[in-house]
């Protein structure tokens, strides 16, 4: 990779948690008081959507973990939707997918 160095006065790489505090870190003011408060406002509120956001995305992962588990209980493979089928194996009896060749899943 190619190693990139940010240190100048002028930039400043923060996390995005972070960021109200190292805006508030800068010793010119270049902008108004007014400014400042409308920028706070807006991060706040991008901070605020970004957990709305992953908590969506947790709760739309476990529906899916949950979906492919009840799937998988009913004996259907979620992702090809291929029958489970007793197999025997080598190292004894295991469940694998109807469609082995083009799917390779085993419970």
Do not use: W
Request: charged letters at 35%; a positive charge.
């Amino acid at each position: 990779m190619k190693k990139i160095n940010v240190t100048s006065e002028t930039v400043r790489v923060t996390y995005d948690n972070r960021i109200i505090h190292a805006v508030n870190e800068f010793k010119e003011i270049h902008m108004t008081h007014f400014k400042k408060s409308q920028l706070k406002a807006i991060i706040e509120s991008c901070l605020l959507n970004e957990e709305s956001t992953k908590r969506d995305h947790v709760e739309q992962i476990t529906q899916q973990r949950t979906k492919e588990k009840n799937d998988v209980k009913a004996g259907i493979f979620p992702k090809c939707g291929g029958e489970l089928k007793k197999r025997k194996g080598k190292y004894g009896e295991f469940n694998g997918c109807s469609d082995y060749s083009k799917c390779r899943f085993t419970t």
